[in-house]
C-alpha cells in the first residue's frame, strides 16, 4: 500500500502552538515590557533554564526567559531527516584549539527553546555518591559543595516530571529503580547485552532514558523512529520545552524567543539590574529585572560573564577568582564501530536504550582515577560516514562500500570522566559573530589522568564489541557534553558560584546550568543540570524577596516543593526499590 | 508494496570508459550503471513518502527536486571541484540522470556562508580553505605530474587525492603549514558525505529506513525489515581498475581524536 487509507498524513494543526502531535500551547504568552522590572530574567531557556522558569512562575514570580533561538513549534519546524536538522544545533562561530580541540556544534550545543534538551539523546543516569567527593577520594579534580544525599531526592523527582523509562532495579551508583518500563531492545541494545554478558559484565536494558514506554497524557509512546537527537517529533522524548515551559506559560511566565542576551548590566550599588540583549534584527534592548539567573551552558554563560567586564569586574562579572571560563569539561565519547554478518538496522530504536557502569568508580588495579560508562549509540548514516572517514579513514570507492555496509554494523559509546584542569579554558577571542559580541575561545587538552582512562575505556569496549561477536571492530575518538566553566564551591578564591549557583561576587547574579558542575562523573549530565535547577528553584522560592533586596547569603538548604511540579507528575510508574 | 528485484531493467548500456567502472569480482567485467546500486534492489524510501509528516515530505522532495545553481565558485573553481568530488564519492556506478549532486550542496553552503559551530584555530574560514585547497592540489599535480589536476589521467588524479589524505603532499607546504591538512581533509568529506547521505537514492542504496513519523518502526530486532523495507541482497564487487581508493586502514590504535584526524603522533605512551 503506497498511501494510507485516508491519504497522506498531515500535520494536527489546528491553529495552535503545537509541541508534539497532541500538546499544544496558546500563544500570544504574557509579555512584559522593557520597562517592567521584572523578578527574574533567566539567559538560556534550556536543560535549566526551562526547569527554573516553570518552577519560579508557579510560585508567582514575574518572570522571563530570553532564548537566543526559536520557540519551536515541533509539527512545522522540525523534520524526521540528519541534514534538515543544522538549526537545532549552536552554530554561530566557536574557535577551538588546544591540543586536543572540541567540536561544538550538533556534537554538544542546543539552540532554541528546551536548548539541549532538544537534541539529546536523553540518556538519564544519575551521578554516583563519589562523584561529589573525587577530590577527597583519588587527591585529584574537586569535591563539590554538596553530598549526593543532597541531589537525591531531585533525581527521584525529575525522573518522575521527565518521566524516565528504565529496569526497576538500577544496581550502580546509588541503587534505584525507574518509574516507567524499560523499552524493548533494538540490534544495538542487543549486541551491548551480548558482549556484556559473555564477559560476565551487568547491564542495564532499556534505560534509564528520558523517553515515553508508553503513553502519558498529552505525549505519546516512542515510535522507535530513531532520530532522536534530531529532536522528537513525536513528544516521546523529554524536553524543557514540552515537560516544563508549556506550564511556565500557563502560569505566567514568558519566553522571550530570538533574544541574543550579550551584556549583564551592574548597577551603582553593586548588583545587577536586567540584561541587554539583540533581537533577531539586531536591535538592542534592555530589560529590567531584580536578579539574573544565567542559564547558557558551558560556553555560553562564561562568554556573557567575561563580555559583561565593566569597571571593578574588568577581568569578567563574578570573576574576582579568575575561574570564570576555567575547569571546561567534556567527556570521552569514543565510538566503538562492529560489524555483523547478520544486519542490524541500527537506525532504529532510540540510539540510547542500554549502558552498562560497571567501571565508573575508581579501581586500584587500573594505573589512573576515575572510570567509564560504557553506552549504546545509533549514527544515522551521515554520522556513521563521518565516523568511517576516522576510524577506518575511508574515501572514495572505499566508503562507498563501507556506507553500503551501514545495516551490519553497531556502534557502542564509552563515556569517559576527564577531570577539571584549569587551562581547558573559555577565553574570548578578538574576533565577533553576526551580533559584533566577541566569540569564545576554547582551549581543551587532555592530561595524563585522561590519556590513561580513555585508552582503557577504549580497549574494554572494543573487547565487548568482540565479544558480541563482530567480525571487524574499529573505533572513532571524539568528546561528548560539555560542563564546568563557572564551577560551584564553597571557596570564592577557587570557584564562581556558592552551593546555590549564587556567584560569589554580586549576590543578585545567579549561574545555574551545566557550567556550575565541579566534576562530572561519567554519567550524561542532562538529568543533574534539571536537578539542580529545580534546587536552586526551591532555595530562590524559600529566599523569597530577600534575593532581591539584600545581600544576606542564607545557606540553609531548602525543603523539596513537590507542589510546584507540573501537573500529573505523581502517582505514576513503578514503586521505588531501595 | 511489492518488492520484485529490478536490477536487470534498470542496467543499462553507456558509453562509458569500462576502467572507470565497479567491477564483477569473480568475472573481473565491468558492471554497467544503474538507477541504483547497491545490495537493495527495488527499495524506494521516496516510495513511502505519504507515511511521513508533511514537513519532512516537502523538505526531502525539495532536496530531490530542486538543486541550488553554482552561486559561490567561479567557472574555473566549480570544474575543478567538481571532479574532486567525483574521486571523493565516484558515482560511475550511477546513470547519469541518478547522480547525486554534491558539488552544488557545498557550494550553497559557502555562499550563505552556514558554519558548524566552530572552526579549528589551526583553520581559515571554510572559504578561504577551499580556496587555498585548490592552489595547493594543483601545486601537488604540477610536483608530481607536471600539470593542473584537472588535466590528469583518473589514476593519477586519485593518488594526487591519496597523498592529501595521507598527509604526505611534497608541494604546497606553506599552505599546508597555515591549514592543517587533515582538518581540511575532514572538511571535504564531511561537506560531500552530507550531501550525498542526505538524499534519498542515497538511503535506498544503503538500506536505510528515512523517515518514520508518524508510522514507526515496528521490527527492532535481529536487522529484519519492516514490511516497506527489503531484504538485502549483496553481490560482490571491485573498484575500478583505474582508482586506488578503495582500501581503508583501522586507526583503533589512536585514542583521541587530533592524533586520529590531525596526524599529531602520540606522546602519551
Given at each position: 500500500?503506497?498511501?494510507?487509507?485516508?491519504?497522506?498524513?498531515?500535520?494536527p494543526r489546528n491553529g495552535h502552538?503545537?509541541?508534539?502531535?497532541?500538546?499544544?500551547?496558546?500563544?500570544?504568552?504574557?509579555?512584559?515590557?522593557?520597562?517592567?522590572?521584572?523578578?527574574?530574567?533567566?539567559?538560556?531557556?534550556?536543560?535549566?533554564?526551562?526547569?527554573?522558569?516553570?518552577?519560579?512562575?508557579?510560585?508567582?514570580?514575574?518572570?522571563?526567559?530570553?532564548?537566543?533561538?526559536?520557540?519551536?513549534?515541533?509539527?512545522?519546524?522540525?523534520?524526521s531527516d540528519e541534514s534538515g536538522?543544522?538549526?537545532?544545533?549552536?552554530?554561530?562561530?566557536?574557535?577551538?584549539?588546544?591540543?586536543?580541540?572540541?567540536?561544538?556544534?550538533?556534537?554538544?550545543?542546543?539552540?532554541?527553546?528546551?536548548?539541549?534538551?532538544?537534541?539529546?539523546?536523553?540518556?538519564?543516569?544519575?551521578?554516583?555518591?563519589?562523584?561529589?567527593?573525587?577530590?577527597?577520594?583519588?587527591?585529584?579534580?574537586?569535591?563539590?559543595?554538596?553530598?549526593?544525599?543532597?541531589?537525591?531526592?531531585?533525581?527521584?523527582?525529575?525522573?518522575?516530571?521527565?518521566?524516565?523509562?528504565?529496569?526497576?532495579?538500577?544496581?550502580?551508583?546509588?541503587?534505584?529503580?525507574?518509574?516507567?518500563?524499560?523499552?524493548?531492545?533494538?540490534?544495538?541494545?542487543?549486541?551491548?547485552?551480548?558482549?556484556?554478558?559473555?564477559?560476565?559484565?551487568?547491564?542495564?536494558?532499556?534505560?534509564?532514558?528520558?523517553?515515553?514506554?508508553?503513553?502519558?497524557?498529552?505525549?505519546?509512546?516512542?515510535?522507535?523512529?530513531?532520530?532522536?537527537?534530531?529532536?522528537?517529533?513525536?513528544?516521546?522524548?523529554?524536553?524543557?520545552?514540552?515537560?516544563?515551559?508549556?506550564?511556565?506559560?500557563?502560569?505566567?511566565?514568558?519566553?522571550?524567543?530570538?533574544?541574543?542576551?550579550?551584556?549583564?548590566?551592574?548597577?551603582?550599588?553593586?548588583?545587577?539590574?536586567?540584561?541587554?540583549?539583540?533581537?533577531?534584527?539586531?536591535?538592542?534592548?534592555?530589560?529590567?529585572?531584580?536578579?539574573?539567573?544565567?542559564?547558557?551552558?558551558?560556553?555560553?554563560?562564561?562568554?556573557?560573564?567575561?563580555?559583561?567586564?565593566?569597571?571593578?569586574?574588568?577581568?569578567?562579572?563574578?570573576?574576582?577568582?579568575?575561574?570564570?571560563?576555567?575547569?571546561?569539561?567534556?567527556?570521552?565519547?569514543?565510538?566503538?564501530?562492529?560489524?555483523?554478518?547478520?544486519?542490524?538496522?541500527?537506525?532504529?530504536?532510540?540510539?540510547?536504550?542500554?549502558?552498562?557502569?560497571?567501571?565508573?568508580?575508581?579501581?586500584?588495579?587500573?594505573?589512573?582515577?576515575?572510570?567509564?560508562?560504557?553506552?549504546?549509540?545509533?549514527?544515522?548514516?551521515?554520522?556513521?560516514?563521518?565516523?568511517?572517514?576516522?576510524?577506518?579513514?575511508?574515501?572514495?570507492?572505499?566508503?562507498?562500500?563501507?556506507?553500503?555496509?551501514?545495516?551490519?554494523?553497531?556502534?557502542?559509546?564509552?563515556?569517559?570522566?576527564?577531570?577539571?584542569?584549569?587551562?581547558?579554558?573559555?577565553?574570548?577571542?578578538?574576533?565577533?559573530?553576526?551580533?559584533?559580541?566577541?566569540?569564545?575561545?576554547?582551549?581543551?587538552?587532555?592530561?595524563?589522568?585522561?590519556?590513561?582512562?580513555?585508552?582503557?575505556?577504549?580497549?574494554?569496549?572494543?573487547?565487548?564489541?568482540?565479544?558480541?561477536?563482530?567480525?571487524?571492530?574499529?573505533?572513532?575518538?571524539?568528546?561528548?557534553?560539555?560542563?564546568?566553566?563557572?564551577?560551584?564551591?564553597?571557596?570564592?578564591?577557587?570557584?564562581?558560584?556558592?552551593?546555590?549557583?549564587?556567584?560569589?561576587?554580586?549576590?543578585?547574579?545567579?549561574?545555574?546550568?551545566?557550567?556550575?558542575?565541579?566534576?562530572?562523573?561519567?554519567?550524561?549530565?542532562?538529568?543533574?543540570?534539571?536537578?539542580?535547577?529545580?534546587?536552586?528553584?526551591?532555595?530562590?522560592?524559600?529566599?523569597?524577596?530577600?534575593?532581591?533586596?539584600?545581600?544576606?547569603?542564607?545557606?540553609?538548604?531548602?525543603?523539596?516543593?513537590?507542589?510546584?511540579?507540573?501537573?500529573?507528575?505523581?502517582?505514576?510508574?513503578?514503586?521505588?526499590?531501595? | 508494496?511489492?518488492?520484485?528485484?529490478?536490477?536487470?531493467?534498470?542496467?543499462?548500456?553507456?558509453?562509458?570508459?569500462?576502467?572507470?567502472?565497479?567491477?564483477?569480482?569473480?568475472?573481473?567485467?565491468?558492471?554497467?550503471?544503474?538507477?541504483?546500486?547497491?545490495?537493495?534492489?527495488?527499495?524506494?524510501?521516496?516510495?513511502?513518502?505519504?507515511?511521513?509528516?508533511?514537513?519532512?515530505?516537502?523538505?526531502?522532495?525539495?532536496?530531490?527536486?530542486?538543486?541550488?545553481?553554482?552561486?559561490?565558485?567561479?567557472?574555473?573553481?566549480?570544474?575543478?571541484?567538481?571532479?574532486?568530488?567525483?574521486?571523493?564519492?565516484?558515482?560511475?556506478?550511477?546513470?547519469?540522470?541518478?547522480?547525486?549532486?554534491?558539488?552544488?550542496?557545498?557550494?550553497?553552503?559557502?555562499?550563505?556562508?552556514?558554519?558548524?559551530?566552530?572552526?579549528?584555530?589551526?583553520?581559515?574560514?571554510?572559504?578561504?580553505?577551499?580556496?587555498?585547497?585548490?592552489?595547493?592540489?594543483?601545486?601537488?599535480?604540477?610536483?608530481?605530474?607536471?600539470?593542473?589536476?584537472?588535466?590528469?589521467?583518473?589514476?593519477?588524479?586519485?593518488?594526487?587525492?591519496?597523498?592529501?589524505?595521507?598527509?604526505?603532499?611534497?608541494?604546497?607546504?606553506?599552505?599546508?603549514?597555515?591549514?592543517s591538512i587533515g582538518r581540511f581533509?575532514?572538511?571535504?568529506?564531511?561537506?560531500?558525505?552530507?550531501?550525498?547521505?542526505?538524499?534519498?537514492?542515497?538511503?535506498?542504496?544503503?538500506?536505510?529506513?528515512?523517515?518514520?513519523?508518524?508510522?514507526?518502526?515496528?521490527?527492532?530486532?535481529?536487522?529484519?525489515?519492516?514490511?516497506?523495507?527489503?531484504?538485502?541482497?549483496?553481490?560482490?564487487?571491485?573498484?575500478?581498475?583505474?582508482?586506488?581508493?578503495?582500501?581503508?586502514?583501522?586507526?583503533?590504535?589512536?585514542?583521541?581524536?587530533?592524533?586520529?584526524?590531525?596526524?599529531?603522533?602520540?606522546?602519551?605512551?
Amino acid at each position: 500500500m503506497k498511501t494510507p487509507l485516508l491519504g497522506p498524513f498531515k500535520s494536527p494543526r489546528n491553529g495552535h502552538h503545537t509541541l508534539g502531535p497532541m500538546q499544544h500551547i496558546d500563544i500570544p504568552m504574557r509579555r512584559f515590557r522593557d520597562t517592567d522590572e521584572v523578578d527574574y530574567v533567566i539567559v538560556g531557556c534550556g536543560s535549566a533554564g526551562g526547569v527554573l522558569l516553570q518552577r519560579l512562575s508557579r510560585a508567582g514570580f514575574r518572570v522571563v526567559a530570553l532564548e537566543a533561538g526559536p520557540f519551536w513549534d515541533t509539527e512545522r519546524d522540525w523534520v524526521s531527516d540528519e541534514s534538515g536538522s543544522h538549526k537545532l544545533y549552536w552554530e554561530d562561530l566557536r574557535i577551538t584549539g588546544g591540543t586536543d580541540p572540541l567540536a561544538f556544534g550538533a556534537n554538544n550545543s542546543g539552540k532554541g527553546v528546551g536548548g539541549g534538551s532538544v537534541h539529546w539523546a536523553a540518556f538519564t543516569p544519575r551521578f554516583h555518591p563519589s562523584d561529589f567527593e573525587v577530590y577527597t577520594r583519588d587527591g585529584l579534580g574537586a569535591d563539590w559543595p554538596f553530598r549526593y544525599e543532597t541531589l537525591h531526592s531531585y533525581y527521584e523527582q525529575l525522573e518522575l516530571e521527565m518521566p524516565v523509562a528504565g529496569p526497576a532495579y538500577f544496581p550502580w551508583g546509588h541503587p534505584h529503580g525507574y518509574p516507567y518500563g524499560p523499552h524493548p531492545m533494538g540490534g544495538v541494545g542487543n549486541t551491548l547485552i551480548k558482549g556484556c554478558s559473555a564477559l560476565g559484565i551487568p547491564v542495564s536494558i532499556g534505560g534509564p532514558v528520558a523517553i515515553l514506554s508508553g503513553s502519558r497524557a498529552d505525549r505519546p509512546h516512542c515510535i522507535y523512529r530513531g532520530y532522536c537527537i534530531q529532536g522528537c517529533k513525536v513528544g516521546a522524548k523529554a524536553s524543557t520545552l514540552i515537560t516544563h515551559v508549556p506550564d511556565a506559560i500557563a502560569h505566567g511566565g514568558e519566553v522571550r524567543d530570538y533574544s541574543m542576551a550579550h551584556r549583564i548590566e551592574l548597577g551603582n550599588n553593586g548588583r545587577v539590574s536586567g540584561v541587554h540583549y539583540f533581537d533577531r534584527d539586531g536591535a538592542s534592548w534592555f530589560q529590567r529585572a531584580k536578579a539574573v539567573i544565567i542559564s547558557g551552558y558551558a560556553i555560553e554563560t562564561p562568554r556573557l560573564l567575561l563580555n559583561s567586564a565593566c569597571p571593578g569586574h574588568e577581568n569578567g562579572l563574578a570573576n574576582s577568582s579568575g575561574t570564570v571560563g576555567r575547569y571546561l569539561m567534556a567527556q570521552a565519547g569514543n565510538v566503538v564501530l562492529g560489524r555483523f554478518e547478520q544486519p542490524v538496522r541500527m537506525y532504529k530504536a532510540p540510539p540510547a536504550h542500554a549502558l552498562t557502569e560497571e567501571f565508573y568508580e575508581t579501581d586500584p588495579r587500573n594505573n589512573f582515577a576515575r572510570g567509564f560508562a560504557i553506552q549504546t549509540v545509533g549514527p544515522l548514516p551521515i554520522a556513521f560516514g563521518k565516523q568511517m572517514v576516522s576510524a577506518k579513514r575511508a574515501w572514495g570507492w572505499g566508503l562507498r562500500r563501507e556506507m553500503m555496509d551501514y545495516n551490519h554494523w553497531a556502534s557502542l559509546g564509552l563515556l569517559g570522566e576527564i577531570l577539571p584542569w584549569p587551562d581547558n579554558r573559555v577565553t574570548l577571542s578578538e574576533e565577533r559573530d553576526q551580533f559584533g559580541i566577541r566569540v569564545p575561545h576554547i582551549s581543551f587538552s587532555l592530561h595524563d589522568n585522561d590519556h590513561k582512562l580513555i585508552k582503557a575505556a577504549k580497549d574494554k569496549t572494543m573487547e565487548v564489541m568482540r565479544a558480541a561477536g563482530a567480525a571487524e571492530v574499529v573505533q572513532e575518538a571524539r568528546y561528548a557534553h560539555l560542563v564546568g566553566a563557572a564551577r560551584m564551591g564553597n571557596d570564592p578564591r577557587s570557584s564562581v558560584v556558592d552551593k546555590f549557583g549564587r556567584t560569589h561576587d554580586i549576590a543578585n547574579l545567579f549561574v545555574c546550568d551545566g557550567s556550575i558542575l565541579p566534576t562530572q562523573g561519567s554519567a550524561n549530565p542532562g538529568l543533574t543540570i534539571q536537578a539542580l535547577a529545580a534546587r536552586t528553584a526551591d532555595y530562590l522560592i524559600a529566599q523569597g524577596d530577600t534575593i532581591f533586596t539584600s545581600a544576606k547569603r542564607d545557606m540553609t538548604e531548602p525543603t523539596m516543593r513537590k507542589d510546584l511540579a507540573p501537573p500529573d507528575t505523581w502517582g505514576h510508574g513503578v514503586p521505588r526499590m531501595k | 508494496m511489492k518488492n520484485k528485484p529490478r536490477k536487470a531493467a534498470t542496467r543499462q548500456p553507456l558509453n562509458t570508459d569500462t576502467s572507470l567502472l565497479p567491477r564483477d569480482a569473480r568475472t573481473g567485467e565491468a558492471i554497467m550503471p544503474s538507477e541504483q546500486p547497491g545490495y537493495y534492489p527495488g527499495y524506494s524510501t521516496l516510495s513511502q513518502q505519504a507515511y511521513w509528516d508533511k514537513t519532512t515530505r516537502d523538505l526531502v522532495n525539495d532536496r530531490v527536486d530542486h538543486v541550488p545553481r553554482i552561486r559561490h565558485f567561479g567557472a574555473e573553481s566549480a570544474r575543478f571541484w567538481r571532479i574532486v568530488f567525483d574521486h571523493i564519492l565516484p558515482q560511475t556506478d550511477r546513470v547519469p540522470k541518478r547522480r547525486i549532486p554534491i558539488l552544488e550542496r557545498i557550494d550553497d553552503r559557502l555562499y550563505h556562508n552556514r558554519g558548524v559551530g566552530f572552526r579549528y584555530e589551526n583553520m581559515p574560514t571554510d572559504r578561504e580553505a577551499y580556496r587555498l585547497a585548490e592552489i595547493a592540489i594543483n601545486s601537488e599535480s604540477h610536483a608530481r605530474y607536471s600539470a593542473n589536476f584537472i588535466d590528469l589521467p583518473q589514476l593519477q588524479q586519485d593518488i594526487v587525492l591519496q597523498a592529501i589524505h595521507d598527509n604526505k603532499p611534497v608541494a604546497a607546504k606553506p599552505i599546508w603549514k597555515q591549514m592543517s591538512i587533515g582538518r581540511f581533509w575532514l572538511l571535504l568529506l564531511q561537506d560531500a558525505i552530507e550531501a550525498y547521505y542526505s538524499h534519498p537514492w542515497a538511503w535506498d542504496e544503503i538500506g536505510f529506513g528515512g523517515p518514520a513519523y508518524p508510522r514507526a518502526y515496528t521490527r527492532l530486532e535481529r536487522g529484519e525489515p519492516e514490511p516497506w523495507e527489503v531484504e538485502e541482497q549483496r553481490y560482490k564487487w571491485a573498484a575500478p581498475r583505474y582508482s586506488i581508493s578503495d582500501t581503508t586502514e583501522s586507526t583503533h590504535h589512536l585514542h583521541t581524536e587530533s592524533r586520529q584526524n590531525e596526524f599529531i603522533p602520540d606522546e602519551s605512551q
